[in-house]
């Protein structure tokens, strides 16, 4: 008698049988956390080619823009730097008086008189400069030949080279008491007319100052927005029967947005810096009335006048209300839906 046997190792049909398999996980906790993420040092490992390169530039802002931070302990002190040609040492020896530099601001009539004309100067900039930049980022853009783009765009930024030394004799030579402009209303019987010393006007002297000179260098980050935009959100849009303006409104203004906020926002932190030297070189010809600002008043209270200690005071206040504008300006942008200077 015969006696049929079936191995163990395999079925009735004769294929071999699945042994349940068991994974042993050989890993902890600790190196289940780290699998999806490299140490510091091999992050270091990695980068450090990065990280070598960067390091100049690393120490070239922390030596020239934060090592000085310390100094403003000078806004609390009647500084004298005369003391010694050590600096370290004049500020060590220089008498503390706390908070009397910034008691004498608060009473001065001339500190609010220059906070008064950086605001309104700040404002004409904000109203005029933005949507000029903007337009003509959008005129460049709607050019069909590339060649006659860069033309006009190469015309347009070659300002920004110039010194304001220049731009202001430009401008004297066109709208001063002697220019073109004043010439030619004599010309035909009317008195002259002289722009660069009238204080009435000087905050929109300024202003189409700036627009000439430095309109060309704001039109590029708009043109490298424009140039990120999808030929098929246009197409789509034509498509639906939207014209030349429909297009521009509905898709090229919705890819600026985010660049407009990123840079209203910047522009608000610098909104007590509105040009030192564009406006030093002027401020004799229109008066301190005029022609002050935050920036010449510390400039002329702590160079001329070698009131350093007053001088630091009003540029600390200047640099917190600074840092408190960038914060309000990127919280708006948030609330509009915008990533402003940082997420949230």
Known sequence: MSHSTVPRSTTEEGTPEQLPVTSHDTTGPREGRRAGRLSPRLRFRRDRVLILMTLPAVLLVLVFNYLPIL????????????????????ILNSPFVGLENFQRIFEASA??????NTLVL?????VVFFPVTILLALLI?????????????????LPHFFSWVLVIAVFQQMFGGAGMLSQLLRQHGHDGLDIMTDPHTFAFLITAQSVW???????????AALASVPQDHYEAAA???AGRWGRMWHVTLPALRPVIALLLVLRVGDALTVGFEQILLQRDAVGPDA??????FVWWNGVRNQDFGYAAAAGLIKGVVSIGLVLTANKVAHLMGEQGVYKK
């Open 239 to 241: 498509m639906d029967g």
């Open 291 to 296: 022609g002050e600002v935050l920036d010449t």
């Open 141 to 157: 853009n709607s050019v069909v030949r590339p060649r006659v783009r860069a033309v006009a765009q190469a015309v347009l930024y």
């Open 111 to 116: 500190f609010w008189q220059a906070v008064q």
């Open 71 to 90: 100094g403003n302990i000078v806004a609390f002190q009647d500084y004298d730097p005369y003391i010694s040609d050590n600096g370290i040492v004049s």
């Open 213 to 223: 000179k430095d309109a060309g260098w704001g039109i590029i980050v708009f043109l």
């Open 122 to 126: 700040f404002f004409i900039q904000i």
